[in-house]
Every structure is written in C-alpha cells, then in structure tokens.
C-alpha cells in the first residue's frame, strides 16, 4: 500500500479516536459521587411512598409503591456507578454513549434522589408527571421547530419570540372569536410571520442568524409588554380571557395505571404535540422532503447542483418551524393559563435551545430532552409541598444546572448540521 493511500485510514483513525468524548463518564462520575453524599451524610430514615393513582375513584386500582428511603438511595448509587463503568468502558473503546445508557443513568438518579428527598412522605407521581408533560410540551414544540430551522441551514435564536407572539395571539383572537381553534390558528400564524422575517434578513440578505435571532426576540418582547399594557391589561373582560381547550380523556387508554392519566387524559394541543413529534421524526427521516431539507442544511452548494431549490426550500421551512413554535406559544394561554402575561413564557425558548443541542438535532432525543427538563423545573414545587429537606432554592436552580450540564456534553460531542448558520451564496 502506498503512502498516499495509507494516509486517509490514518487521518480517519485520528479523527475518530479525537471524537472520543470522556465528557459523559466524567459527569457521571460526578453526579454519582454527589449524590453518594446525601444517603451518607444526611441519610433518611423511613419509608418512601410512591402513589401510583390519581385518587381513590380509579377504575384500576395500583398500589402504592412503597420504598425504604436510605437503602434505596444507595442501590442507585451502585446501579449508577455501573452506569458510569460502562460508559466509561465504551469511551475508551471509541465508541458513542447510547441514548439507553444515558436514559438509565438518569433515571437511577432521579428514583434515588426522590426516595431520599421524600422519605417519611406520599410522593404524587401522576401529578409530578403530569406537571412535567405540561411544563414540557411548549419546550417540545419550539424545540422541535429549531430541529428544522437548523436542519435546514437556519439557526433559530428566536423560539423564545415565536412562543411568546403565539402566546399573545392566542390570547387575543381566542377572546375575540370565543373559539380557542381560532387562537391556536392565530399563534401559528405568528410563529410563521417572526420566521419570516428571521428568514428574510438571514435568507435574503445574509445578516448574522444569531443577530437577528437576538433582535426578534427583543422585539417581540417590547412589542407584546407594549401592547399588553396599553390593550390587554385594560380590557382583560374582552381582549384577555380566551376559552381553554378542555381536557380529552381518550377510552381504555386513559385508564393504564400511572401513564394512562398523564399520557391520555390531555388536551388537543398536547395530542398534537404527539403528532407532530412523530411527523416531525418520520418526515426528517423517511420522505423526500426530508432528505431534501437534511441535503441543504449539510452540504447546500451540493444540493443547489442536483436540482434543489436552496433558498425556497429554506423559506419554507423555517417558516414552518415558527408556525410549530407558535403552537407551542398557544399552550400558555389556551390550556395552562387563561390570560396573557407580561414576558409569560420565562425564557422557555432558550430552553429549548439548550433541548435542542442536547438531543443532537434529533426529534425523538430534543423531545426526551425537554421532557427532562419539564420534569426537573415541575420537581421543585412538588418535592416543596411534601416538606422534603431540600432548599427551595437548589430546586429553584436545578433546571438551569440540568441544562448546563446536559449542553456541557452529558451526550457526548454534539455536531450541528454542517451549513447551520452559514448563508448560502449562488456562484
């Protein structure tokens, strides 16, 4: 074999073991020597009661699942630290942790912090999981709408600016129509006119993505405080009271123990959300259209040579993007909350961002990534209401360290599509 040809295998060797990531081991190793200290310095006594039922009405009767809190928190400390070993027999190997790796890891951790934190107490699991759904459905949708901006070539900075002009249209076509599939129609519609204009001046005129992704989000911000104050907030009784979609408890499926209610006993919003997570995954992955859109975000000069339309195929779909972070705008106002509020969705879409590099550019992993989130945010007010021993302010924190931890490298390298960001210039 010549030098010249020996060369590649050589380079392709390099670059595979310089992707090696022992990021994953590491905080693994972390969190588990962290965690070990709560059942050995502070350890509980008592039990744990995990309630499986939603009241004492269900048709199905679980029981509850009742744990000895200390002896339970160190045996997920023993299954999290094989956890660790086998990540870290896997990076040495030069081999990607798995999504079944990590989603164990995880977890081992939350049983045993909840069976430590909630010792001498009655856990409510369907309302912990359901606040977790809740809490990360609107996530789910601006994250999914990054997917495709992103997979597209179009960074989306501005998820936050399309949840909140969805969440104000919403709001204020679902008071003037009484219908809240109106407002729904509306939020979308926002969604789509704040990724036209992101897509216009990132698109068209090759201005900075991130840039403009900062403005729009500010702009919005002003906009909405602006018009909230000055229409909203005065005519509250017309402008600011749409009708909630009602929840929609699907037969049979409602009544599986413990997922049924949080799964099954929804509104349409989040069914939609199921849909679209799916349609999202199976268009990305299985149509044309999605190969089309994945060619363009990777190599656009390429597909440009094959016959794809670059900038049309990035209008368009950037502008579907925003009209699914519109939907997830819709969520705050026309099922979690009857009324608009100043900057209501709290830095969600940033969130979402951070959702989103976590779960690779994926659906099915920026979806499992914002239900984590959900539930870290919804933990706090639940583990606060049982008295648990923990301060209110670590839990206050604990989804912003999940973030930061999770962005920081919990998966691994994370490699965005190659054009994301880069404006594409006919030759």
């Known amino acids: 074999m010549t030098a010249a040809a020996e060369t590649p295998i050589v380079s392709d060797a390099k670059r595979h073991v310089a992707m090696t990531s022992w990021k994953a081991p590491a905080i693994f190793a972390l969190f588990t020597v962290l965690f070990a200290l709560l059942p050995l310095f502070g350890p509980r006594d008592g039990v744990s009661t995990f309630r499986l039922v939603a009241d004492a009405s269900a048709v199905i009767r679980v029981p509850d699942l009742v744990l000895p809190s200390n002896p339970t928190a160190w045996v997920c400390v023993v299954l999290m630290a094989a956890a660790t070993f086998a990540a870290a027999a896997r990076a040495r190997a030069h081999r990607p942790q798995p999504l079944w790796l990590i989603t164990a890891y995880v977890v081992f951790l939350l049983l045993g912090f909840l069976a430590w934190a909630s010792a001498g107490g009655t856990l409510p699991m369907i309302g912990l999981l359901s606040g977790a759904l809740a809490l990360a459905t609107p996530l789910i949708f601006g994250a999914l709408g990054g997917v495709i901006g992103e997979r597209v070539g179009v960074v989306n900075i501005a998820i936050e600016a399309q949840l909140l002009a969805g969440a104000f249209s919403a709001a ?96 349409v919003v989040v069914y939609l959300m199921y849909v679209v997570v799916f349609v999202v995954w199976f268009g990305l992955y299985r149509t044309r259209w999605g190969l089309r859109l994945r060619a363009v975000g990777e190599h656009p000069q390429a597909a440009d040579t094959v016959g794809i339309n670059v900038i049309a195929t990035r209008y368009a779909n950037v502008m579907l993007a925003g009209a699914i972070a519109g939907m997830g705008g819709a969520f705050y106002t026309l099922v979690s909350n009857p009324q ?55 839990m206050l924190m604990l989804p912003y360290v999940v973030t930061l931890f999770a962005v920081a490298g919990l998966v691994g390298r994370s490699r965005p599509p190659a054009a994301s960001g880069q404006p594409y210039i006919k030759s």
């Not at 219908?179 to 979308?188: E, I, K, N, Q, S």
């Not at 969604?191 to 201005?207: D, E, K």
């Not at 709290?346 to 239900?371: E, N």
């Open 172 to 267: 204020l076509v679902g008071s003037l129509t009484g219908t809240p599939w109106l407002g729904l129609v509306a939020a979308m519609l926002s969604g789509l006119l704040v990724s036209l204009v992101l897509a216009v001046f990132a698109v068209t005129y090759f201005v900075n993505q991130i840039i403009v992704g900062v403005v729009l989000n500010v702009l919005v911000i002003g906009l909405t405080t602006f018009f909230y104050g000055t229409l909203l907030n005065p005519n509250s009784d017309t402008l600011n009271s749409p009708e909630l979609f009602p929840r929609i408890a699907v037969p049979l499926l409602s009544e599986i123990p413990v997922l049924g209610p949080v799964l099954f006993d929804q509104t």
């Open 340 to 394: 608009f509020g100043r900057e209501m969705t709290a830095g969600a879409g940033f969130i979402a961002l951070a959702a989103l590099i976590f779960g690779k550019w994926d659906p099915i992993r920026v979806t499992l990534a914002a239900l984590l989130f959900g539930f870290a945010t919804n933990l706090q007010g639940v583990l606060s209401v049982i008295g648990s021993p923990v301060p209110s302010q670590f």
